[in-house]
Every structure is written in structure tokens, then in C-alpha cells.
């Protein structure tokens, strides 16, 4: 990977996703967003069809295929974008890598049963994130020993199980989850000791875009006011050591990384 980082843009094909649930939520709309997103200067686009936010709701596998399949394809034809799947399910694994996904972004770390085994034999790069908990319970009381050390204990052992399961070491990208599980001070420590996830030596992807996190460094500021700050969030990620990071706010964040480049 290029060492300067790469902008993966966010594009919620769904109703209920934290800041932009139901914006793009018609397949035209999500293709012109990320359309407008590769103009700003993204290099991935990242398409969900499952919200993760806390406690939302499971989406059934024919629903998720229905919001997520047709922008994939669509874009496949039109862009030569890099594009990404944020989804745990297998059969969606699948059939996006089938119509012109590059990546898997998988929140679960390819937990879900047979994923390993489906991957191992899909031509796609694999992101997998740290979440103590699930969607549903991931914030209710989130405890570690050493959060950095726990994430890297966990990114160990899910490394090994997919390098034992045939997918190999060069196509993975780890996550440590910001938000997932955490609480404000696990992520003011992650976010500080970012550099540390370096030791595995694979790309470090960070995704703090407009998350709680973000909004209480700015003292209580709602989603709609935490642009700059989820910029600058992103910055420090950088200046630790990501490889890749994951916005909302393709254009500020390239701008920012334009400045970042000149000045080192």
C-alpha cells in the first residue's frame, strides 16, 4: 500500500445509519452520492447495507442484498473506484466480491459461521475491526484490561485464523473499532496509542467520522457539528500510522491530507 493514505467514503445504503440513514437510501441517489464522493477525492467507496450503529436492528440477508448489490454493480460499470463491503454475512461476502467489490469491511472479524472458509476463496482484500459485544450490546458496559493490548491480542488471534483458513497475511487490514465497544476513554486511548497497531505490519484502517467520540471531545456538539473535529481526528490517525480513513466528509478530509502531505 502507497504510503499516503487512502480516503475511503462512506456510502449507508440504509434508513437507520447514525448520520446519514436514509439520505441515500434509493440505489440512484446512493450511486450520485458516491459519484459526488470519487470526485472529492475518495479512493474507496465503502457500501453498507446493515446500520452498526447501537442497538440497531438486524437486517434479513434478501433485504441487505437488495440495497447493496445494484450500487456495486452500477459503479462497477461506470467507475474504476475501489469498492468496498461493509457487511458480516457470508452470502453477501459473496455475491458483492461477485460484482465488483475489492474489499471486505466486516465489523465481525469474519466470526459469522463460514465466513473464514467463503473468503479464503473470494479474490478480495479483508478489513477486520474490533467490537467487544454485538450492535445490539456493544456499549452497555464495555470493560478491558489494556485496551490497546486486549485489541491486539484479539487482531493476533483472528490473523491466525484466517491465515490457517488460506487467506493470506497480505490481504488483510486491521481495524481497532472506534466507538465499537468502547467507551470515551478507550478511545481517547486507542486514538493516542494508534501507532502501537503497527506491530503487525498490515494496513491500519481508522473510522472516527462524526462518532460519539467526537462529539464529546467537542463538548456535546450532535453529529451535524462534528466535521472538523472527525477531521482532525482523522489526522492524528494518520500522523500515528493509518494507512486508511474512513469519512463521511470526502472533501475536507482530502483537503486536510493535501496540507498534511505538504508540510511533511
Known amino acids: 500500500m502507497a504510503t499516503q493514505p487512502k480516503i475511503m467514503g462512506i456510502l ?11 439520505q441515500h437510501f ?8 458516491a459519484q459526488q464522493m470519487i470526485e472529492q477525492g475518495a479512493d474507496i467507496i465503502d457500501i453498507g447495507g446493515e446500520s452498526t450503529r447501537p442497538n440497531a436492528d438486524a437486517v434479513p440477508l434478501e433485504e441487505e442484498l437488495s440495497r447493496v448489490i445494484p450500487v456495486i454493480e452500477a459503479l462497477t460499470k ?4 475501489v469498492i468496498s ?9 459473496t455475491q458483492a466480491v ?4 475489492h474489499i471486505i469491511n466486516d465489523v465481525c472479524a469474519l466470526s459469522a459461521e463460514g465466513a473464514l472458509k467463503i473468503v479464503a476463496d473470494l479474490k478480495a482484500d479483508v478489513c477486520l475491526m474490533h467490537m467487544q459485544g454485538t ?5 452497555n458496559n464495555p470493560v478491558y484490561g489494556d485496551v490497546v493490548e486486549d485489541i491486539k491480542y484479539f487482531f493476533e488471534r483472528r490473523i491466525n485464523a484466517c491465515v490457517d483458513a488460506g487467506i493470506s497475511k497480505n490481504r488483510l487490514i486491521l481495524d481497532p473499532g472506534f466507538g465499537f465497544g468502547k467507551t470515551y476513554e478507550h478511545n481517547l486511548e486507542i486514538l493516542r496509542r494508534f501507532d502501537e497497531f503497527k506491530f503487525f505490519g498490515l494496513p491500519l484502517l481508522a473510522g472516527l467520522s462524526r462518532k460519539t467520540m467526537i462529539g464529546q471531545m467537542l463538548g456535546g456538539r450532535d453529529i451535524g457539528e462534528r466535521m472538523i473535529g472527525s477531521v482532525t481526528g ?9 494507512n486508511i480513513v474512513r469519512v463521511h466528509d470526502v472533501l475536507e478530509m482530502k483537503d486536510a491530507l493535501m496540507v498534511l502531505n505538504k508540510v511533511g
Not at 78 to 81: D, G, L, R, S
Not at 85 to 93: A, N
Not at 135 to 139: H, V
Open 12 to 22: 449507508n445504503v440504509t434508513p437507520d445509519s447514525f448520520f446519514d440513514g436514509g
Open 26 to 33: 434509493d440505489v440512484a441517489d446512493a450511486i450520485q452520492n
Open 234 to 242: 482523522a489526522i492524528m490517525a494518520v500522523q500515528n500510522g493509518a
Open 78 to 81: 461506470t467507475t474504476n473506484i
Open 135 to 139: 450492535p445490539r450490546s456493544m456499549q
Open 98 to 101: 461477485q460484482a465488483g467489490a
Open 85 to 93: 463491503i461493509d457487511t458480516s454475512k457470508p452470502e453477501v461476502m
